[in-house]
């Protein structure tokens, strides 16, 4: 079967260029960034100009390569904003190796301070006292990878996105890549462990179930709420009795104890009270398949918030959901599904970068990206819909605070 040909990138289809402005002055510092080693000044590509053209190919669905990125950076629009000149593909693909991608995450911290907090969160949450993060990981894959394991030539595991997303603002924070093989280093509760910040309430689901990592987590001045297996052994000390709100939120069991067997030796324990609460799970029917009802498992949770109420915590972890709306989000829309990079430096980059453009959208619009706002601004970067229309689109959203970049 033929293959079919790209579409060639003009200056026409690359409009909206104005709102990459309103990060140009924190881009301007990635410039000295691996210039180190070119002691005759030769180099052409700057770390600035990468991530411009990388953050135009995310808000420019035409662009969906390394060479449509290569195509961009020798439009003359581009070449003005970016002060770039035509990239050549093996520029492109040795900046994914030298740049440093811990800076991209100084300057997402910057925008997230100036993030505003979503309006359609449960006021019950706006008041709590730490930094509501949901932590989860995602695999990457690509067609390479998929032939690779088929003939297993090379001892390639493929990648995992490990992020840290804020409940509620509803953006990304923060992102680690690893290989996917889930084993030392790579395992996700050691990148959890290696990330933790103080003053944060990280909910995390079944697999970062680990004694020794609570005991980190309330270490480092932080809290959890972590669903666990249904089965875990808990000793109850205290059994609270439910009040109305507790059970119309479908709280089952509120009870404060010991978690974990007296009889195993092997493993840590937890060395702080744990407080565990069971709310009642939600059915969903099937949408195809084998017809059989769904499961009805009550959902365990585990905590060391021992004086928030339990409807609380029980909405606490119902909104952990919001990051896997996200890794849809930056894999369906911003089109990380794709891959621009083979190595782990520069997926990290292209995840920054995807978190930038998600900061960039609750920024310029003041509301949580979604994926209508996004094909209304891609609409208007290409010109199909005017400034008029855009703002017509914004204005029906639920709004957030208002701000400025």
């Known amino acids: 079967m033929a293959r079919k040909k790209a579409k060639r990138v003009s ?136 032939t690779q394991a088929c003939f297993a030539t090379r001892n390639d595991r493929g990648f995992k996105l490990h992020a840290h997303f804020e409940i509620l603002k509803g953006v990304p924070v923060k992102s680690a890549v690893t290989d996917a093989s889930g084993q030392g280093p790579a395992n996700e509760k050691n990148v959890l462990r290696s990330q933790l910040e103080p003053d944060r309430c990280y909910v995390i689901d079944r697999g970062y179930e680990q004694f020794s990592l609570f005991n980190a987590i309330v270490d480092v001045g932080s809290s959890y709420v972590c669903r666990i297996r249904n089965d875990r052994a808990f000793t109850a000390d205290e059994v609270r009795e439910l009040d109305e709100e507790a059970r119309a939120a479908g709280v089952l069991e509120d009870a404060i104890g010991q978690l974990g067997s007296p009889k195993s030796r092997r493993i840590e324990h937890p060395q702080h009270r744990v407080r565990r609460v069971v709310i009642r799970a939600e059915t969903h029917p099937k949408r195809g398949g084998r017809k059989r009802a769904a499961a009805t498992h009550d959902v365990v949770l585990v905590t060391n918030l021992l004086d928030v109420p339990a409807e609380i915590i029980a909405l606490i972890y119902r909104s952990r959901w919001m990051i896997e709306l996200y890794f849809r989000f930056l894999k369906h829309v911003l089109g990380c599904r794709k891959l621009l990079s083979d190595c782990d430096n520069g997926i990290e980059i292209q995840t920054y970068c995807a978190i930038i453009a998600c900061l960039l959208i609750s920024l310029v619009t003041g509301r949580k990206p979604t994926l209508r706002t996004y094909e209304m601004l891609c609409y208007y970067f290409q010109g199909l819909a005017d400034e008029e229309e855009l703002l017509a689109h914004i204005n029906r959203l639920p709004p957030h605070a208002t701000t400025s970049v």
Do not use: H, W
């Open 11 to 146: 200056d026409a289809d690359l409009t909206g260029l104005k709102y990459l402005k309103r990060i140009s002055s924190l881009l301007k510092r990635l410039r000295p960034v691996g210039c180190e080693r070119d002691k005759a000044g030769n180099r052409d590509l700057f770390f600035d100009q990468y991530c411009g053209l990388m953050l135009l190919s995310m808000f420019n669905p035409i662009v969906t390569s390394l060479r449509g990125m290569q195509q961009t950076s020798q439009l003359k629009k581009v070449q003005r904003l970016l002060g770039c000149q035509r990239a050549s593909l093996g520029s492109l693909s040795e900046a994914a190796r030298v740049f440093d991608p811990e800076l991209l995450r100084e300057i997402a911290g910057e925008l997230l301070q100036r993030a505003p907090q979503r309006a359609d969160c449960d006021p019950r949450l706006k008041d709590f006292a730490q930094t509501l993060t949901a932590v989860d990981g995602s695999l990457l894959k690509k067609l390479p990878q998929i």
